[in-house]
């Protein structure tokens, strides 16, 4: 949206309306909020229909061949089962819980608004590499705040992504310098700064990640839904109370302020563009953060940060196809450093591929040449152990539920017959 023209309402001394960049990186996070509360009317609607969905328990009984899988975070989640003392069926969703979920949003919007800032100094695809360097800080979270162990080659697996941030960092830096033919880049103080936004917001986005992950397997946990929907409602009130205001009275090149809310309004009501852009924006902002959610809930946060990464590849091809196909005004010229940026993301799917040991798909480190005289093999024997382990659990919890669930209903919940009669059935058979 960013690239996109809008007239702002006023017109020069000849009387020609002035046409000028939309670059409104607010309404952009402003935007970002509104499409979230989306989530709130599927939460009321799954809830309401009782429609099957990850994170809602209608205590429906399960097929006997339905066992969930051990994930990474069955750890974590079996720990927390284990200290919890409430039962499944009993748990609601207490009112504090409605403002609790206001602390993902605090970091939601001065996440997203440090990268939208740091976005106008870089290109678009430095800007989705740089957001990788989140997964250090997430997983040194993950491992010290949330206290769930991550193994060897889990560390290796974000060295090598830390490897590709430094690569694509510099590349950055390095275009910044040349001709900056087809660059967004103005000069290289411009693009240092950028980077500074986009790190401190990786590092605020690591926070949320973290905490997402924490409140989806808490005692009592916020189903997705709710907690995509609770984060728009609280990040819209947020925006309108905390962030417009401090953007027009920061000073800035907006018509005097850092940005403009009454310029955003006035470009907004009379450009169809802008229009059609942000309706798009708003069903693509909200489905982005429905599945990076889920991808959180089912697996884990330093997953969300991993697979956060691979939106370069679509975004850069993206960018190289309006440049060269559409209109050379948008998108991103190649450069001489263009294959460093290709050999950076060679080096984070290199590390991604460590990571997702020793599940299908992976790179398993056993001393061969592209290991580097690593051999872990002691380690994936150990945690293919533990995951089998972790599924004979899983199918004997399943089986134990229900059991539960018979003997409740036959027993309790019977409509015609009692425990007395069932009692008096017994003494009958007896003397028979």
């Known amino acids: 949206m960013m690239g996109l023209h809008g007239t702002n309402g006023t ?5 020609i309306p002035t046409v000028e960049l939309f670059q409104k990186p607010l309404f952009q996070t402003f935007g970002m909020f509104i499409g979230m509360m989306f989530g709130l009317i599927m939460h009321w609607f799954v809830l309401a229909f009782k429609i099957s969905f990850p994170g809602y328990d209608f205590d429906q009984d399960a097929d006997e061949g339905d066992v969930e899988m051990p994930t990474e ?5 079996s720990k927390m089962k284990a200290e919890s003392n409430v039962d499944n069926a009993s748990k609601e969703i ?13 970091f939601d919007l001065a996440a997203t608004a440090l ?8 290109d678009v695809s430095i800007y989705q590499m740089l957001r990788g360097s989140g997964i250090i800080f997430v997983a040194l979270m993950k491992q010290h705040v949330l206290k769930d162990h991550l193994h060897q080659y889990h560390w290796v697996g974000v060295f090598w992504n830390v490897v590709s941030v430094v690569i694509v960092g510099g590349t950055a830096m390095l275009a910044s ?10 000069n290289t103080s411009e693009t240092f700064w950028g980077v500074c936004l986009l790190m401190s917001g990786a590092f605020v986005q690591a926070v949320q990640f973290v905490f997402e992950e924490h409140v989806m397997t808490m005692d009592i ?3 997705p839904l709710l907690l995509i929907g609770m984060e728009g409602l609280w990040g819209t009130i947020l925006s309108i109370c905390v962030m417009y205001p401090l953007g027009y009275y920061l000073p800035g090149s907006d018509h005097g302020s850092y940005e403009d809310p009454f310029n955003t309004w006035a470009m907004f009501t009379h450009s169809k563009n802008i229009q059609v852009a942000f309706f798009i924006y708003f069903f693509a902002i909200f489905f982005y953060n ?7 809930f089912k697996l884990s946060s330093v997953w969300h940060a991993i697979l956060d990464n691979f939106r370069p590849i679509t975004v850069w091809g993206t960018d190289l196809f309006i440049f060269y196909y ?4 948008f998108g991103e010229v190649w450069t001489q450093w263009s294959y460093l940026q290709i050999f950076g993301m060679a080096v984070l799917l290199y590390g991604t591929a460590i990571y997702n040991a020793p599940n299908a798909g992976s790179l398993l480190l056993e001393g061969q040449w592209w290991a580097f005289g690593m051999n872990l093999s002691s380690e994936y024997e150990e945690v293919k152990r533990e995951l089998e382990q972790a599924e004979i659990d899983a199918k004997w919890e399943a089986k134990r539920q229900e059991f539960k669930v018979r003997t409740h209903s036959s027993f309790i919940e019977s409509p015609r017959i009692s425990i007395h009669t069932q009692a008096l059935r017994g003494i009958g058979a007896q003397h028979n």
């Open 73 to 77: 975070k069955t750890s974590l989640t």
């Open 115 to 122: 990268c939208m800032m740091g976005l106008q100094y870089l």
């Open 290 to 296: 429905l599945f990076a959610v889920l991808v959180t």
């Open 11 to 15: 017109v020069d001394e000849t009387g």
């Open 177 to 186: 310098g040349g001709d900056g033919e087809g660059s967004n880049n103005s």
């Open 326 to 329: 559409i209109n050379p005004l």
């Open 221 to 223: 946990p916020a189903p």
């Open 94 to 106: 207490p009112l504090w819980m409605y403002f609790f979920l206001a602390i993902p949003a605090i």
